[in-house]
């Protein structure tokens, strides 16, 4: 039986209220909470906010079993995002104090694993050993803190950035010596659109994955998250891959959309998994 999450990221133009109300309707006990306006933003989020989500998710019966800090934006929602890499030392102390607040977060709601991105772009005015270098650096002092919070980051890989494939994840983390505090978010969609056979790059960063992001894509569309069923990838052989390993840990659903509402946004990723052979939350598989 595979496991399904699913993201409030995908539920973004809705208050995180709605989000978790409609994930749990579908039977769904795990979540990623997206750590941006309107969910849980940590430098607007307040203790009372807080308490009222570790009170709905006991009444739903929901899990949040990681925090996704992977896109940021700084001010949150504004068209600027923020980089690991940025030539400006302001941006990447932005970038380095969203990602401890996220991770603080992440301690306090008891939350053990924060996705973050595996590098960004590298700027035009920077070779690729100086970027690398940076982020080892950037990486280094992240992990300093999060060590001591008990929390788990997961590196997400991403076409475009400065880690991409499975072969650059795994000597980054070679680099890092393997760290316990530092893993792998396995994006299928990511992996895929960087040229990369999924199955393949799933064998060789088995023992480093902690979580898996799942959705269809497009990636000659800059990769945007779909349905799945809905894009060019052959999500169903993954997903038969996975339960044939008897893969048991989590499975993030995602999808960029524009419903109107919560609810159809839930039930169309549903729908999509079912066409594929494949149910979710308590239904048997």
Known sequence: MLNFAFSTKSLKHFSLNDALNNIAKVGIRTVELYGERPHAYPPDFTAAQASSLLTQLSELKLKITTIDAYGTYGAAQSSKHLSWLAEDWVEREQQIRYTLDCARLAAALGIPKVVISAGSPIPETMDRMEAWRLFVANIYRVLSVVERLGVTLLLRPSPGYLIE?????????????????????????????????????????????????LSDAFCK?????????????????????????????????????????????????????????????EENQ
């Open 165 to 213: 494939t499975s072969d650059q994840i795994l000597a980054f983390l070679k680099e890092m010596e393997f760290p316990s505090s530092l893993k792998v978010d396995f994006d299928f969609a990511h992996l895929a659109c960087a040229g990369e056979d999924p199955v393949d790059a799933f064998k060789t960063l088995l023992p480093y994955v902690e979580n898996i992001h």
């Open 221 to 281: 569309e800059s990769h945007a998250h779909v349905q799945v069923g809905e894009g060019q990838l052959d999500v169903k052989q993954f997903l038969t891959f996975l339960k044939e390993q008897n893969y048991d840990g989590q499975i993030v659903l995602y999808v960029d959309t524009e419903h109107t509402s919560a609810d159809d946004v839930v039930a169309h990723t549903i729908e999509g998994l079912k066409k594929l052979g494949y149910s979710v939350g």
